[in-house]
């Protein structure tokens, strides 16, 4: 059974670009959630999409946007980017109260 | 009142010693607690998980322990290995408007000197 699969895995952007990050869930799972990972801030929850609907939102600005398709893909879209924004973003689904995690898109923002 | 905190922030552990990492809540509602290992260049992992009616879950040399009245988990792993060297994330979950949400700790980053 394929694991939760993120693209790109690296990504260099500069200040005021936008860009999408994609994450296909393993097989089945309904729900996808992504997190921002930074060594000062930990884990922290972005959103969660379950049947193409966000069901659930962390405190991030409105830079931060998420979709999921019919197909359980999600993409996760951060507009105007600035240096903070600079993270691991992990996605992770689930079927039930076991998350699985993909291994993360690494984005620097120069 | 949704935090989890998770202490220390690293640790050193000699091999075949005994790891211990500490977590503390304070939401109630929390009812589901899982314990996540991640590896340099990987997503957390899944190690351990426990529910609150239960004070003690053992799988191999991992164990955690539970105190529902403290509001307190902690993770103990048995003969240390330096393939345990990883940071460790507690979390805790619960239910908020139909969907889950998984809230962690800050990590400990855990070394086994061989």
């Known amino acids: 059974k394929a694991g939760v699969t993120q693209t790109p895995r690296y990504l260099i952007k500069t200040r005021g670009q936008q860009v999408t990050l994609s994450c296909s869930p393993i097989s089945g799972h309904r729900s996808v959630s992504w997190y921002q990972q930074t060594p000062g801030q930990g884990l922290q929850f972005l959103f969660e999409?379950?049947?193409?609907?966000?069901?659930n939102k962390g405190n991030f600005p409105g830079r931060f946007s998420g979709r999921q398709f019919s197909n359980s893909r999600s993409e996760m879209n951060v507009s105007t980017l600035e240096l903070g924004d600079s993270a691991l973003y992990l996605c992770?689904?689930?079927?039930?109260?076991?998350?699985?995690f993909g291994q993360g898109t690494r984005l620097t923002v120069v | 009142q949704q935090q989890v905190k998770q202490s220390p922030q690293s640790l050193i552990v000699q091999k075949g010693g005994i790891s211990i990492i500490n977590c503390a809540y304070e939401n109630t509602a929390f009812d589901y607690f899982p314990w996540y290992q991640q590896f340099p260049g990987k997503g957390p992992a899944l190690l351990i998980a426990?529910?609150?009616?239960?004070s003690e879950k053992k799988e191999g040399r991992f164990t955690i322990s539970f105190n529902k009245s403290a509001k307190q988990f902690s993770l103990h792993i048995m003969d240390s290995q330096p393939g345990d060297s990883a940071t460790y994330f507690c979390a805790a979950d619960y239910i908020i408007q139909g969907a889950q949400k998984l809230v962690f700790g800050q990590g400990t980053r855990l070394t086994i000197n061989p």
């Open positions: 426990i529910r609150p009616d239960v």
């Open positions: 992770a689904s689930s079927v039930g109260t076991e998350a699985f």
């Open positions: 999409y379950f049947s193409e609907t966000q069901r």
